[in-house]
């Protein structure tokens, strides 16, 4: 038996003794992310053409994009436009995404020669309208205004011709429909920032309704050849065809082989309904019966008894690595490994891991990690008040978006990339419209690229428009809501709710700075003791506006930088480090000992869908020690982390 010393409240406290015990075993209702990158990934509606790449036209240009060395299939959102012309040719795509300008400082989309392809191209993003509006646009080609060649879908105006076309995207903005929407969102309690806590999953009579009608959207859309071709062959013989369909998707869907009275049943279901409907409709209904079965709905992290623990069993352990790199069921190789029984070997599980992460699916996955994360899911649908921020539009906030994106794929997955790269940075992901946000006039076009950023920006991911603006109110920036956010979400130090007679935060005026009025909340002796843990870190970054803009003054006064981070390692350590501005804050968490350790806690939560108790902190604490001493790769801890013998180790009773 183990114990360990957990961290105390001020320094000449003695810690708590603790028994070390291996994570509870859990029944695990997918999320909402969870449930679509499923569906997603079963029926084959995402599939890159999985390449290696150095650019676009490596890729198949209509659909994909080179991201990282990798194709990746383009979101619903990204738009590419071809000319087939001349190299010499000019070619500009005009619209009111581009200003309707060939100008590059007002935003032109000027296409660029690929000699591979033998065309004009460019992407871009093109945010979506409502079903019954649509944009019209032309190509200028060598200062000649005409339609889309490419496009039969033609109006006039004017005696012009103009391209029309309608972009219909779900609500994040991924894929043209989402099976989740209208889900009920998820809980999370204190601690836990993502989006599948265990504990939280619970089925209302909501979610039901919801269940019920996408299972049913879902079984009348999907293309039913990427099930089993035997689906669309009328010579096929139906008895061999259903029981292909039932084992194949059961395998997918359910994460594991179907028992023989799994699998006679849904073919005994197909019989029955058979002569009342055609072969295709009762093919349909076997996928909705799946899709409304518990055993997608929930996955299991049981195990069996093995001595004093409970071992997960291959298709669990198969499950739990998917959705821990992929948010996602697992592939035919895993299931494959599975079903050989191969999984309880970490040699194994590191050998998939390394594969899994060079994925698409892993992209995809590290995106959502750092949203939820860093507290910026749901950039598309942030808004400000726009009599203050006018330029608070939704090309601004898509922009934020794919900053953030490209941030997480390259330090979460890349072979290079550290902690302290989350942090040192002089560098970051931009296009002409965020650049310009950040004061930068000589970067043009909609894509995005690596590009350097001003110096008082080069914080890292706390220089990002999305953190920033995403830890502000509606109508100004907020020193509380951005201190906050590094305590809880950088630093894992999390603090109480404020007393009943805190007060309310200052509301803006004309008279004062911002940062003067949180300085005279805060001075109250009722708030100080939890504002001296907040205000220090969050009033110097009140240089940066609740848009991400930067100023040096508010209302003529000028903004001070200067900052004070109190108790880094732990709260009641009676530390305190000056620095200067965001680059100073961000060099301390970059150097900290707490911030590789809470973001080694932060992987860990998302792994277990729990925030941990005492009794996992020796692990933790083990976990953070090899991630620092082995220079803070992020993809190593992912790999490590799945190979640890405590992945697969569950405790014998939930207590």
Same mark, same amino acid.
């Given at each position: 038996?183990?114990?360990?010393?957990?961290?105390?409240?001020?320094?000449?406290?003695?810690?708590?003794?603790?028994?070390?015990?291996?994570?509870?075993?859990?029944?695990?209702?997918?999320?909402?992310?969870?449930?679509?990158?499923?569906?997603?990934?079963?029926?084959?509606?995402?599939?890159?053409?999985?390449?290696? =790449?150095?650019?676009?036209?490596?890729?198949?240009?209509?659909?994909?994009? =080179?991201?990282?060395?990798?194709?990746?299939?383009?979101? =619903?959102?990204?738009?590419?436009?071809?000319?087939?012309?001349?190299?010499?040719?000019?070619?500009?795509? /005009?619209?009111?995404?581009?200003?309707?300008? *060939?100008?590059?400082?007002?935003?032109?989309?000027?296409?660029?020669?690929?000699?591979?392809?033998?065309?004009?191209?460019?992407?871009?993003?093109?945010?979506?309208?409502?079903?019954?509006?649509?944009?019209?646009?032309?190509?200028?080609?060598?200062?000649?205004?005409?339609?889309?060649?490419?496009?039969?879908?033609?109006?006039?105006?004017?005696?012009?011709?103009?391209?029309?076309?309608?972009?219909?995207?779900?609500?994040?903005?991924?894929?043209?429909?989402?099976? *989740?929407?209208?889900?009920?969102?998820?809980?999370?309690?204190?601690?836990?920032?993502?989006?599948?806590?265990?504990?939280?999953?619970?089925?209302?009579?909501?979610?039901?309704?919801?269940?019920?009608?996408?299972?049913?959207?879902?079984?009348? *859309?999907?293309?039913?050849?990427?099930?089993?071709?035997?689906?669309?062959?009328?010579?096929?013989?139906?008895?061999?065809?259903?029981?292909?369909?039932?084992?194949?998707?059961?395998?997918?869907?359910?994460?594991?082989?179907?028992?023989?009275?799994?699998?006679?049943?849904?073919?005994?279901?197909?019989?029955?309904?058979?002569?009342?409907?055609?072969?295709?409709?009762?093919?349909?209904?076997?996928?909705?019966?799946?899709?409304?079965?518990?055993?997608?709905?929930?996955?299991?992290?049981?195990?069996?008894?093995?001595?004093?623990?409970?071992?997960?069993?291959?298709?669990?352990?198969?499950?739990?690595?998917?959705?821990?790199?992929?948010?996602?069921?697992?592939?035919?190789?895993?299931?494959?490994?599975?079903?050989?029984?191969?999984?309880?070997?970490?040699?194994?599980?590191?050998?998939?891991?390394?594969?899994?992460?060079?994925?698409?699916?892993?992209?995809?996955?590290?995106?959502?990690?750092?949203?939820?994360?860093?507290?910026?899911?749901?950039?598309?649908?942030?808004?400000?008040?726009?009599?203050?921020?006018?330029?608070?539009?939704?090309?601004?906030?898509?922009?934020?978006?794919?900053?953030?994106?490209?941030?997480?794929?390259?330090?979460?997955?890349?072979?290079?990339?550290?902690?302290?790269?989350?942090?040192?940075?002089?560098?970051?992901?931009?296009?002409?419209?965020?650049?310009?946000?950040?004061?930068?006039?000589?970067?043009?076009?909609?894509?995005?690229?690596?590009?350097?950023?001003?110096?008082?920006?080069?914080?890292?991911?706390?220089?990002?428009?999305?953190?920033?603006?995403?830890?502000?109110?509606?109508?100004?920036?907020?020193?509380?809501?951005?201190?906050?956010?590094?305590?809880?979400?950088?630093?894992?130090?999390?603090?109480?709710?404020?007393?009943?007679?805190?007060?309310?935060?200052?509301?803006?005026?004309?008279?004062?700075?911002?940062?003067?009025?949180?300085?005279?909340?805060?001075?109250?002796?009722?708030?100080?003791?939890?504002?001296?843990?907040?205000?220090?870190?969050? /009033?110097?970054?009140?240089?940066?506006?609740?848009?991400?803009?930067?100023?040096?003054?508010?209302?003529?006064?000028?903004?001070?930088?200067?900052?004070?981070?109190?108790?880094?390692?732990?709260?009641?350590?009676?530390? =305190?480090?000056?620095?200067?501005?965001?680059?100073?804050?961000?060099?301390?968490?970059?150097?900290?000992?707490?911030?590789?350790?809470?973001?080694?806690?932060?992987?860990?939560?998302?792994?277990?869908?729990?925030?941990?108790?005492?009794?996992?902190?020796?692990?933790?604490?083990?976990?953070?020690?090899?991630?620092?001493?082995?220079?803070?790769?992020?993809?190593?801890?992912?790999?490590?982390?799945?190979?640890?013998?405590?992945?697969?180790?569950?405790?014998?009773?939930?207590?």
């Amino acid at each position: 038996m183990i114990f360990i010393l957990v961290a105390c409240s001020t320094p000449d406290q003695p810690e708590i003794l603790a028994e070390q015990k291996p994570i509870a075993p859990q029944v695990r209702l997918l999320s909402r992310r969870e449930y679509r990158n499923t569906i997603m990934d079963v029926l084959g509606v995402e599939v890159p053409s999985g390449q290696s =790449c150095q650019q676009d036209s490596d890729c198949d240009l209509e659909t994909e994009s =080179c991201r990282f060395q990798q194709c990746i299939v383009d979101d =619903c959102s990204t738009t590419t436009f071809t000319y087939e012309g001349a190299p010499n040719d000019e070619v500009y795509v /005009l619209g009111s995404f581009s200003n309707w300008t *060939t100008d590059p400082y007002w935003g032109a989309w000027k296409m660029e020669w690929d000699e591979a392809k033998g065309l004009h191209y460019i992407k871009g993003d093109i945010l979506p309208k409502h079903i019954t509006e649509k944009y019209r646009y032309q190509f200028s080609v060598n200062g000649e205004e005409i339609a889309d060649p490419q496009n039969d879908v033609v109006e006039y105006h004017n005696g012009e011709p103009y391209s029309v076309m309608r972009v219909l995207c779900s609500t994040n903005g991924r894929y043209e429909t989402d099976p *989740t929407d209208g889900f009920p969102a998820e809980s999370r309690g204190p601690g836990f920032h993502f989006d599948h806590q265990s504990s939280r999953g619970i089925v209302t009579s909501g979610h039901l309704e919801r269940y019920i009608r996408s299972a049913d959207w879902i079984s009348q *859309t999907i293309n039913l050849e990427t099930l089993s071709s035997c689906t669309l062959d009328s010579n096929s013989a139906e008895e061999i065809c259903i029981a292909d369909v039932v084992s194949s998707l059961g395998a997918k869907l359910f994460r594991r082989q179907l028992r023989a009275d799994e699998q006679q049943k849904y073919i005994a279901s197909y019989e029955n309904i058979r002569p009342e409907y055609s072969a295709e409709d009762s093919y349909r209904e076997i996928v909705f019966l799946m899709l409304s079965s518990p055993y997608f709905l929930y996955r299991t992290e049981v195990g069996d008894v093995t001595g004093e623990h409970r071992i997960l069993n291959n298709n669990e352990i198969a499950s739990a690595m998917s959705y821990f790199l992929w948010g996602s069921s697992p592939d035919t190789t895993l299931l494959q490994l599975a079903e050989e029984g191969k999984l309880h070997d970490a040699a194994v599980r590191k050998e998939q891991a390394e594969r899994m992460l060079s994925s698409h699916k892993a992209h995809r996955h590290a995106k959502d990690f750092f949203s939820y994360w860093l507290g910026t899911q749901g950039l598309r649908n942030l808004s400000k008040d726009l009599s203050i921020y006018p330029g608070f539009t939704p090309d601004l906030t898509v922009a934020f978006e794919r900053e953030i994106e490209s941030y997480a794929v390259e330090l979460m997955l890349q072979e290079t990339a550290t902690y302290k790269d989350f942090f040192a940075r002089e560098k970051s992901y931009l296009n002409q419209r965020l650049a310009f946000q950040y004061d930068i006039f000589d970067l043009y076009g909609p894509n995005i690229r690596l590009a350097t950023v001003p110096e008082e920006r080069q914080g890292g991911l706390l220089g990002t428009g999305a953190w920033l603006s995403a830890h502000s109110t509606e109508n100004k920036s907020s020193p509380f809501r951005r201190g906050t956010a590094v305590r809880e979400r950088i630093l894992c130090q999390e603090l109480p709710e404020p007393p009943a007679i805190a007060g309310v935060t200052p509301e803006p005026n004309e008279e004062t700075s911002n940062q003067q009025r949180f300085e005279a909340h805060s001075s109250n002796a009722q708030c100080y003791g939890c504002h001296v843990y907040i205000d220090g870190v969050g /009033l110097p970054l009140e240089r940066f506006d609740a848009d991400g803009t930067y100023r040096k003054r508010e209302n003529g006064h000028l903004i001070s930088t200067e900052g004070e981070l109190w108790d880094i390692d732990y709260m009641g350590q009676n530390r =305190c480090d000056r620095f200067e501005g965001l680059r100073g804050l961000a060099d301390l968490l970059a150097e900290s000992n707490q911030g590789p350790n809470c973001f080694v806690r932060q992987v860990f939560r998302s792994a277990i869908g729990e925030v941990e108790t005492p009794a996992q902190e020796l692990l933790i604490r083990n976990m953070t020690e090899k991630f620092t001493q082995e220079g803070g790769s992020t993809r190593k801890l992912l790999i490590d982390m799945v190979a640890d013998s405590s992945f697969i180790t569950r405790r014998l009773e939930e207590e």
